[in-house]
Nanobody, 116 residues
């Protein structure tokens, strides 16, 4: 599985962005997908995840603002980010887990910068 993250950019506080994670391979629909972020000097953290069956979970810091969704026909997972604030500034990565986590794949990351 190869992952390509896109959609990052510079946005003002209160604005929105939609990130996309496009995957290659026929096993995408079987994978659990997570969006992670890493801010300068901080550890990478899970922002949102969606299972192959469509169950979602969110970090407390983004609940009510971010929405993760998947479109298996396009091999793509989206992260809709609303009400962005400067604390959301980070490089965002997508990750795919297969076979209960025995296989893990990472995309290259996309930078999100939120100005105050």
């Amino acid at each position: 599985v190869q992952l390509q993250a896109s959609g990052g950019g510079l946005v003002k506080a209160g604005g929105s962005l939609r990130l996309s994670c496009a995957a290659s391979g026929s096993t995408f629909r079987l994978s659990d997908i997570g969006w992670y972020r890493q801010a300068p000097g901080k550890q990478r953290e899970l922002v949102a995840g969606i299972t192959a069956g469509g169950t979602t979970k969110y970090a407390d810091s983004v609940k009510g603002r971010f929405t993760i969704s998947r479109e298996n026909a396009k091999n793509t997972v989206y992260l809709q980010m609303n009400s962005l604030n400067p604390e959301d500034t980070a490089v965002y990565f997508c990750n795919a887990l297969l076979f209960g986590g025995l296989q893990s794949y990472w995309g290259q990351g996309t930078l999100v910068t939120v100005s105050s």
